[in-house]
């Protein structure tokens, strides 16, 4: 158990929609980021955050954002849904941003 | 950005043989450089990792090497087992800021 927590497990939604997916980092963990993983894909770095503030964006779309909570917590939110967005996204959480991730194990969303 | 290169794509290997996996970068500033596992299912698990002031680390079966004049670190998996069939993602981090995946190595180990 790596100490992230990622809800839901599974998302199963319609195009245009829109869905928030959430995640708690592991105690301790100032930094948050978000990826992206589509099928037989690599891990896409859409956005990290520490203690709240935006540290840095990847291929994040205009219709995704982002934020951190002060009791740590991250959302993403992902508006307009289109079938190429589903995948799974991964939550990962890191102590200081210079040591390793610990990965959440994911929510699979599936637009239909 | 940083430009992270993972080869191969696939790889299986008989249990018992080594497993070799390579990964190229491209910015010289990136200090930091993970390996991760990924089972099916899961979200990908830190085995170990190399720092830019050390060349290689080890521990077990699996080791690591940096050459950071090459641009280039390896992983390296000996006495294979059936549980060391994974996916593989290599990443490279600049100052933790960012961590930039290599596209992962699907390792399949036969018994």
């Known amino acids: 158990d790596s100490g992230v927590t990622q809800t839901p497990k599974h998302l199963i939604t319609a195009t245009g929609q829109r869905v928030t997916l959430r995640c708690s980092p592991r105690?301790?963990?100032?930094?948050v980021y978000w990826y992206q993983q589509s099928l037989d894909q690599g891990l896409q770095f859409l956005i990290h955050?520490?203690?709240?503030?935006?540290?840095a964006k990847g291929n994040i779309l205009e219709r995704f954002s982002a934020q951190q909570f002060p009791d740590l917590h991250s959302e993403l939110n992902l508006s307009s849904l289109e079938l190429g967005d589903s995948a799974l996204y991964f939550c990962a959480s890191s102590t200081s941003g210079t040591d390793d991730l610990a990965f959440g194990s994911g929510t699979r969303l599936t637009v239909v | 950005g940083e430009n992270v290169e993972q080869h191969p794509s696939t790889l299986s290997v008989q249990e018992g043989d080594s497993a070799v996996i390579k990964c190229t970068y491209s910015d010289s500033a990136s200090n930091y450089f993970p390996w991760y596992k990924q089972e099916l299912g899961k979200g990908p698990q830190l085995i170990i990792d190399?720092?830019?002031?050390?060349g290689e680390k080890k521990d077990q079966r699996i080791a690591v090497t940096l050459n950071k004049t090459a641009k280039h670190f390896s992983l390296h998996i000996t006495e294979t087992q059936p549980e060391d069939s994974a996916v593989y993602f290599c990443a490279a981090s600049i100052a933790g800021n960012q961590f930039y995946f290599g596209t992962g190595t699907s390792l399949t180990v036969i018994p």
């Open positions: 955050y520490y203690n709240g503030e935006e540290r």
């Open positions: 190399i720092r830019s002031n050390v």
């Open positions: 105690s301790g963990d100032l930094s």
